[in-house]
């Protein structure tokens, strides 16, 4: 189907493992800056270094929203954007987990992992490197494109962005 009003499709929500590990993770810093004040000093430096990764995986690793245009879809993080021309996609579908470890083989995230997701890039034994923007670990979508890496991304309303972007 080709699109020609732009449909926004945000990253869908966390799954229930991931929300658990980004609450674990989001009480380092705290607990650092907590011990901070409470006359560990030490912490403070550690502390700030911390919530700026934090900040960094937050503004620049995590897309909020995938916005499909007629002639391209755009991955947009809270400070960059990306345009993947719909021209270089081969095929979008949806996939689950099971099946893309058939696919994929073993994998190793490189990137930003655990905290609101997994994003950057996937090692695949199979396939090699793969962009990966994940927030949950079901509803994914693979985007195919050709000679290019492929993408697996994880947007609300898996079902509807799989037909709306399908060549």
């Not at 021309?85 to 994998?107: F, M, N, Q, T």
């Not at 994003?119 to 793969?130: D, K, N, P, S, Y």
């Amino acid at each position: 189907m080709t699109t020609q009003v732009p449909r926004t499709f945000r990253i869908a929500p966390m799954s229930r493992g991931i929300a658990v590990l980004t609450a674990i993770l989001l009480v380092i810093p705290i607990a650092m800056l907590v011990g901070s004040l409470s006359g560990m000093e030490f912490l403070l430096g550690p502390a700030i270094f911390v919530c700026a990764i934090y900040a960094w995986v937050w503004l620049l690793f995590r897309p909020n929203r995938f916005v499909i245009y007629a002639d391209a879809v755009e991955v947009v993080w809270p400070l960059r954007c990306r345009k993947i021309p719909r021209a270089s996609i081969r095929s979008v579908r949806a996939v689950d987990g099971p099946e893309l470890k058939r696919e994929l083989g073993w994998c190793a995230r490189i990137g930003a992992g655990g905290l609101w997701g997994g994003f950057g890039w996937l090692w695949t034994e199979r396939r090699g490197i793969v962009q990966m923007y994940v927030s949950r670990m079901d509803g994914f979508v693979w985007i195919e494109r050709g000679t290019d890496r492929p993408w697996l991304i994880t947007p609300e309303r898996q079902e509807e962005f799989v037909r709306e972007l399908s060549p």
